[in-house]
């Protein structure tokens, strides 16, 4: 055999290393094939993932966030960043965050070899599952049907008749309604267009802090209530705003929850009154810059968000860094139909986590306190309120289970169970009569009720016709009862408009007693029930107690270009704050609109209102399922 010569190196010593170099090679691919069919039975690890997945794979990873490592900064972050309430506004004043860089590959190395790994490890697999089936869903786009959701619609959505009732006094009180909102609208759009909210006075826009750069609340806030009333012209401008002019690439520090039943829940409801797809795809875009607030050790969201980098934190006046019970307990019902819509279950684990460490965690006498650990899901404090801090989430336990066309135990369960709490240790009678919810302070009563606890009479009225047999007539007594203290703190005042708390010590019931409780914000609470109470029972006297309210509304609240709450309730001399809130829009004056409409406009058998008054459909799922079912699509 003839080689050719390598300079330096001799035949017989070049024959020794081909023979060397080829079982060297052989035994190498052996090994390398041996390795790599090892691999795959390896344990599940970030860094296989990071090595594997592609870059198309891995990109969902934070779901909103930025990075990888930009999810796992929201997990380790040190320390809360506080804010403080600014006098004067109706919103909480966030204070702006500096966001860390994002976590070097060292240093997620030394984090998977310390105790948070699992942790990790738990975060990556739920985010991977999420955009597998994102993936999924977008092969799909019509997996949610919008015609066989309107196919399991039990009535038109706007009644037979626009929900026109056969009474003309009834009628021209609806009438005049829809006036008011046809006022305060064209203010805004002459003077806020694009703004969160008006300033009536001044005729200038409020834009605030609590939706963390988003804007225009009070178009998103309105779309539905424009929508139900037919004022289609100033509806289209809305719908235009939004198809042209919602960014939701902000990066501003945002309240979840207002950002949740404000802005997630009115383009939920304009999707499902309209079928209009742009408002599904913004609202998806929107629920997926929320999830991170979830990235906490218990899945308990902190109660403020940025939307662009996806940084969480807790209110600064949240006691011990806490999350706050109304907050994280009221995402349930959009949260549902965010799934429903994208096909994406991530929304409704968040929720159902929630659920779960609640259903964990010990509680003081029945009851659910008003401030719990993110981190250890532990109690704050012993404070319990069906007013503020505390009140949706109970709203929120009924009407999940009303949603979920009453198949949602758990959330019946926990319900009825609150609620026997709640008779247990909180109602109470005054010596007057009057039947109130006290706050309960680690076991020492406080004898006062605030405007926003006044929702519960609508609450225990819709929820009573499911209780136990023997208590459903108790339940809608209760109900009464509630409503008619609230209506006496109207009654009770100068302007006949509730206060923003009234007392029921010191001699004194159904009034406020504290100079810093008598301003009136808008607020629908009160009005609220009247409509609930009036669909349950058509006692007209509901109905007289509206009206008694419009007019209130109408020569305490209307100034020259649009609405303003008032600062003292209990004088003539009328003192207006300067805010037309965007919820007036929303909740209240819907809520008179539907309290002198018929029970079809938006009937109580297909639709739950969320907390700020934006109809959800109930989800019958055996018909949405039904790959054939029964041709019952409705007509408008």
């Known amino acids: 055999m003839v080689f050719r010569k390598l300079p330096g190196v001799s035949a017989s010593g070049m024959g020794l290393r081909l023979s060397q170099k080829f079982v060297f090679l052989l035994f190498l691919s052996g090994l390398v094939t041996l390795c790599f069919g090892a691999l795959f039975f390896l344990p599940d690890s970030v860094r296989l993932k990071r090595i594997f997945l592609s870059k198309t794979e891995t990109q969902p990873v934070t779901v909103g966030s930025g990075s990888e490592n930009d999810a796992r900064e929201h997990m380790k972050r040190p320390k809360e960043q506080g804010m403080t309430p600014a006098k004067g506004e109706s919103s909480t004043k966030l204070k702006s965050l500096i966001r860390k860089p994002s976590v070097s590959h060292e240093a997620t190395e030394e984090r998977l070899a310390s105790g948070k790994a699992q942790e990790d490890l738990t975060l990556l697999r739920l985010i991977t599952e999420s955009a597998s089936v994102k993936a999924s869903s977008s092969d799909h786009p019509d997996t949610f049907s919008y015609n066989k959701f309107k196919g399991c619609l039990l009535k038109p959505p706007l009644g037979r008749d626009g929900g026109q009732t056969s009474d003309p006094t009834t009628n021209e009180r609806r009438e005049k309604v829809k006036e008011m909102m046809k006022f305060a609208w064209d203010n805004y759009k002459r003077y806020a267009w694009g703004k969160n909210e008006l300033r009536p006075l001044t005729k200038n826009g409020h834009i605030g802090n609590m939706f963390g750069g988003l804007r225009g609340a009070s178009i998103i806030d309105s779309l539905d209530t424009l929508y139900i009333m037919g004022l289609m012209e100033e509806y289209n401008d809305a719908k235009e705003w939004v198809q042209t002019s919602l960014d939701l690439n902000s990066n501003g520090e945002a309240s979840l929850f207002e950002v949740n039943i404000r802005y997630v829940g009115g383009l939920l409801s304009a999707y499902y009154l309209t079928g209009e797809e742009f408002y599904k795809k913004k609202v998806v875009e929107l629920g997926e810059k929320l999830l991170p607030a979830f990235n906490t050790p218990t899945g308990i969201p902190r109660g403020v968000i940025n939307l662009g980098s996806g940084t969480s934190w807790s209110w600064g006046w949240a006691s ?56 250890s899901g532990n109690w704050v404090q012993h404070h319990v309120s069906i007013g503020g801090l505390g009140d949706s989430f109970y709203e929120y336990l009924i009407k999940s289970y009303l949603m979920s066309d009453k198949s949602d135990d758990d959330a019946k369960k926990m319900y009825y169970g609150a609620l026997e709490a709640i008779e247990a240790n909180l109602v109470q009678k005054s010596p007057g009569g009057l039947t109130y919810m006290a706050e309960w302070r680690g076991g020492i009563l406080d004898h006062k009720m605030g405007h926003l606890a006044c929702f519960s009479g609508g609450m225990i009225g819709i929820g009573a016709d499911d209780g136990e047999p023997e208590k459903r007539q108790h339940y809608l007594d209760l109900a009464a009862e509630i409503t008619h203290t609230c209506h006496e703190s109207y009654t009770r005042s100068a302007t006949k408009l509730g206060p923003e708390a009234f007392r029921f010590d010191s001699g004194g019931e159904a009034t406020a007693t504290r100079l810093n409780d008598r301003y009136y914000i808008l607020r629908p609470e009160v009005i609220e029930s009247y409509m609930y109470m009036w669909r349950l029972t058509h006692d007209p006297k509901y109905r007289e107690w509206g009206w008694e309210a419009v007019q209130a509304l109408e020569q305490h609240c209307r100034v020259e270009s649009g609405f303003s709450g008032i600062r003292d309730v209990y004088t003539l001399t009328a003192s207006h704050d300067n805010m037309q809130q965007s919820f007036f829009l929303s909740e209240t004056l819907k809520y008179l609109y539907l309290l002198f409409s018929d029970d079809d406009l938006l009937s109580l058998e297909d639709w739950v209102f969320n907390t700020e008054a934006h109809p959800l459909p109930i989800i019958r799922r055996s018909c949405l399922e039904d790959p054939a079912p029964q041709d019952k699509t409705v007509s408008e």
């Open 320 to 375: 011990a860094g806490s999350s706050i019970l109304a907050e994280f307990g009221t995402l349930h019902l959009e949260f549902v139909h965010l799934s429903e819509l994208s096909r994406n279950p991530i929304y409704t684990e968040k929720v159902m986590n929630i659920r779960k460490v609640l259903n964990k965690i010990e509680k003081p006498h029945g009851l659910y306190p008003n401030f719990l650990s993110p981190v």
